[in-house]
């Protein structure tokens, strides 16, 4: 029998003075998740060596396929939706991310298929390499070495990048990412060169430094943006495609490490309902009944208010196609601030930096995933260990 509350312990009020603890917060993460998540620039790296001792090359001899399936489930399948960012509008094929078992009933010889796992033995990347096999498509697997997945890929004679499993999957997105990337580069889809990757590996190593625990709050932007978001109800959107990608990873590592409820998406999606939250119970009603001249620091807990985070693209593109002129990103990006603003709530922005999309991409991501674990250790949260998780895997397996 299961106990329903085994392993879950933690504080509902964050504990702001244990940020700027490093003992502290070492003690705090036993598994390491800070460390893990510095690494992102290694991982980049090393998974750009491993790519390049995999036989892509042969990826591109039977030409340009009809359609590219990114087969994986939670941080596995959001390597597609970076890919799909980078390429960008100009992808001469669609690429498709797919988060269930097999693959859809149209793939066939003309397609390409790419399975991800971080373990090598989730049912969805498993399900996906047999059907590919099986129907005559293209396979690339990325996936943890010696596991079920590499044996499908060696069986169907398959490209395979070996990733070693050096932390969790969520900590994990660069490791099976530049795989996915340097496939699809082989296909002649992507543009990501070796300086592409090089500037994105140190963009991530600069963010890592500027995150680390010994980095006080007034100085460190994760631990800044996690005391912004404490006690609230977070709304992450993005400005443009790219940003959107990097707003649905936030509420992936603030759901997983903070166990924070989350709303995410698309500025232009959010303009056309959702920005209507800003008026609502927890937004200008609640900031509306608020003293002002109260100290938050007494609050009662009992008016739960909502943060917005707005991650923009900086429109550091301008030569590129776009679905939408970045004069109107801009735009949009601005009124919903200062909607915010009239209606006392607080909005937090990080704007995108760097030359490629690639490097934007991962400047968008860096503090944010950083600010996910932050945020679970003011909790007294282990962000490596979520009983939920574990129980869920339980009982779906019985």
């Known amino acids: 029998m299961i106990d329903g509350t085994a392993g879950v312990s933690g504080r509902r009020d964050a504990d702001e003075a244990l940020l700027d603890n490093p003992q502290a917060l070492a003690e705090a993460d036993p598994g390491g998740m800070l460390r893990h998540t510095a690494s992102a620039g290694a991982q980049v790296r090393e998974s750009a060596a ?103 890929a060696e069986q169907a004679r398959a490209p395979f990048i070996p990733v070693p499993r050096r932390a969790p999957a969520r900590a994990s997105l660069w490791a099976l990412t530049v795989p996915v990337l340097l496939a699809a580069r082989s296909l002649g889809l992507v543009k990501v060169n070796e300086a592409d990757l090089a500037e994105t590996a140190a963009r991530l190593d600069a963010d890592a430094d500027r995150c680390r625990s010994a980095a006080e709050s007034f100085v460190n932007p994760a631990k800044s943006l996690a005391l912004g978001l404490a006690g609230s109800i977070p709304i992450v959107w993005g400005s443009s495609p790219l940003a959107t990608v990097a707003a649905r990873r936030f509420g992936d590592t603030l759901s997983a490490n903070a166990r924070y409820p989350v709303v995410t998406g698309a500025l232009g999606e959010a303009g056309r309902g959702r920005v209507g939250l800003l008026d609502g119970v927890f937004g200008g009603l609640a900031e509306g009944e608020r003293d002002i001249f109260a100290d938050p620091a007494e609050d009662d807990g009992e008016g739960t208010r909502l943060r917005l985070v707005l991650l923009r693209d900086g429109g550091l593109n301008a030569e590129d196609d776009t679905d939408e002129p970045l004069a109107v990103e801009e735009r949009r990006a601005d ?26 991409l991962a400047s ?22 979520v009983p939920a998780i574990t129980e869920m895997k339980e009982l779906s397996n019985q």
Request: charged share 20%.
């Open 364 to 385: 968008l991501i860096a503090v944010p995933d950083f600010a996910s674990i932050y945020l679970a250790l003011a909790h007294g949260l282990d962000p490596m260990a």
């Open 50 to 152: 491993l790519a390049a001792e995999a036989n892509l090359a042969v990826l591109a001899d039977d030409g340009r396929p009809r359609a590219v399936v990114i087969a994986g489930i939670g941080t596995a399948g959001r390597t597609g939706d970076v890919l799909a960012t980078v390429a960008g509008p100009r992808c001469p094929v669609p690429i498709i991310g797919h988060r269930s078992a097999g693959v859809p009933g149209w793939v066939g010889a003309a397609d390409v298929v790419i399975a991800v796992s971080a373990s090598g033995r989730s049912p969805e990347a498993l399900g996906a390499a047999e059907a590919a096999h099986r129907r005559g498509a293209r396979l690339v697997a990325v996936g943890a070495p010696d596991s079920q997945l590499q044996s499908i």
């Open 335 to 360: 009124a919903v601030q200062t909607l915010a603003e009239r209606r006392g709530v607080r909005c937090e922005v990080v704007t995108a930096e760097g030359g490629s999309a690639l490097e934007r």
